[in-house]
T-cell receptor
């Protein structure tokens, strides 16, 4: 069965701290895609990154970085020097070949990040 | 570039009244379309998805229905709203090129 687990329900940090959001996934497929989304207080989900299962290179985009480790089935997201604007709910998601026609994603329950000034 | 629209942005409806939420996508053809609901403080629940005109798949049995009368139009409806239908409704699209889903701004529905 496919599943995404975000064990951290809520995280609170002080501005400028680094924070890592954990994502653990389950699938028996060898080909799959992983995603991260940000949902700010306005509500719209914003796509942040897509990673396919054959690309284990870590990625960095400004203050954001992603650590993909197939050995531990994890796709963790780190925000460096957090800012108040990073306060949001963050979702991790999985897409497998089973959903190749439908494009359905399996979402984790989300992690609420609060960055205090 | 592709854009996705949803309206209305907010809606307050009495129990037992009908519902119609609309979602349209621009800049892409034959997208897969999705309706999600998010209860307050909760995760995303996939309600319906569609891979083509007139093709609707339901994920959760409920008093809601969906229709896709045009390629880039997706409508969520109800004949009689329940209190439990309150929530934040999000429409999304994806394509064979874009493996990720792109979301609209959402509709916040309060059933009173």
């Amino acid at each position: 069965a496919q599943k995404v687990t975000q064990a951290q329900t809520e995280i609170s940090v002080v501005e400028k701290e680094d924070v890592t959001l954990d994502c653990v996934y389950e699938t028996r497929d060898t080909t799959y895609y992983l995603f991260w989304y940000k949902q700010p207080p306005s509500g719209e989900l914003v796509f942040l990154i897509r990673r396919n299962s054959f690309d284990e290179q870590n990625e960095i985009s400004g203050r954001y970085s992603w650590n993909f480790q197939k050995s531990t089935s994890s796709f963790n997201f780190t925000i460096t020097a957090s800012q108040v604007v990073d306060s949001a709910v963050y979702f991790c998601a999985l897409r497998t070949p089973v959903s190749s026609n439908t494009g359905k994603l399996i979402f984790g329950q989300g992690t609420t990040l609060q960055v205090k000034p | 570039s592709q854009t996705i629209h949803q309206w209305p942005a907010t809606l307050v409806q009495p129990v037992g009244s009908p519902l119609s939420l609309e979602c349209t996508v621009e800049g892409t053809s034959n997208p897969n379309l999705y309706w999600y609901r998010q209860a307050a403080g909760r995760g995303l629940q996939l309600l319906f998805y569609s891979v083509g005109i007139g093709q609707i798949s339901s994920e959760v049995p409920q008093n809601l229905s969906a229709s896709r009368p045009q390629d880039r139009q997706f409508i969520l409806s109800s004949k009689k709203l329940l209190l439990s239908d309150s929530g934040f409704y999000l429409c999304a699209w994806s394509s064979v090129v874009h493996y990720e889903q792109y979301f609209g701004p959402g509709t916040r529905l309060t059933v009173t």
